[in-house]
């Protein structure tokens, strides 16, 4: 099972790079696998650029090869219509995986894990943190997804994902005026013309996973710190415990659009 989260370059690279270690792209979809309880032994495989596993991913296919799988990240894919229509292919539900991870249920049971049982005060302040961060988002992710389409940079920066935010605010919140900086940079006075509309449901799952998860690590860090101000917990702790979060079985039968995707998924793994 080849995934993203590596550092290789080439097809001829990633095949010979060593096997060993964990990334948080292989602990993501491997968790996936065990929480539906397939039945034969997988190893997965971290190669980093999406370039070389779409690469991979059209031989396995045009060599019919039933021993690999290949587990993308949507990114704009199904937006843009450019996924790949392929039999060994697993994509996530959101952007990434990072974002089918911190659904407002799961982030509630991490902050629940660092503080112990949460004031119904600080449950409302976080859930209206989040609101807002969707309702912020949707416009700017209307406006990458067209940036993208015309093979502009993006409006949020892939490099430094929390470019656009402000988190000297409490809680965070997007920068605004970055962001508007970072469009100008980008050729256009006013919005590039849109390609599909965004709503503020769905906004934290169709935009740049990386930044999502950072953001709301950093919001639910705030509220946890409204408790105890001495809490610490990194931000790999965290997505390791949003990733077991989701896929536990209480969990994911809550969340039910995320489970009918990768219950679909399966096919992706099957028939070795």
């Known amino acids: 099972m080849f ?5 290789v370059g080439t097809i001829e690279e990633a095949l010979s790079a060593s ?4 990334t948080l792209d292989t602990i993501f979809w491997s968790t996936m696998v065990q929480h539906f309880a397939l039945t034969s032994s997988y190893h997965f495989k971290s190669l980093g650029n999406k370039e070389t596993l779409k690469s991979i991913a059209v031989d396995v296919e045009e060599n019919g090869i039933r021993t690999v799988t290949v587990c993308l990240d949507s990114d704009y ?7 790949l229509a392929t039999s060994r292919v697993a994509y996530t539900y959101g952007y990434s995986w990072e974002n089918d991870v911190v659904s407002p249920l799961v982030i509630q049971k991490i902050l629940a894990c660092l503080i112990g049982p949460v004031p119904p005060k600080l449950t409302a302040g976080l ?20 940036l993208q389409a015309r093979k502009k940079p993006s409006i949020f920066d892939r490099a430094k994902p929390l470019k656009c935010a402000d988190l000297n605010k409490c809680p965070p919140c997007l ?19 849109c390609v599909i509309n965004v709503t503020a449901s769905t906004s934290m799952r169709i935009a740049f996973g990386k930044m999502i998860s950072r953001f709301i690590y950093h919001i639910v860090m705030t509220f946890a710190k409204q408790m105890l101000p001495n809490v610490r917990l990194d931000y790999t702790t965290f997505m390791t415990n949003a990733i077991a979060h989701t896929f536990s079985v209480d969990q994911l039968s809550q969340l ?9 998924q399966l096919a992706a793994f099957q028939g070795n």
């Open 175 to 193: 920068n605004h005026a970055a962001l508007k900086q970072r469009l100008t940079e980008c050729g256009y006075v006013r919005r590039p013309k």
């Open 256 to 264: 039910p659009d995320l489970a009918r995707h990768y219950s679909a």
């Open 19 to 22: 096997t060993d270690g964990l």
């Open 77 to 83: 894919d199904h937006v843009l219509g450019s996924a």
């Open 127 to 146: 859930l209206a943190a989040l609101a807002e961060l969707e309702n912020d988002l949707a416009q700017w992710c209307e406006i990458d997804i067209a």
């Open 3 to 7: 995934c993203e989260g590596g550092h």
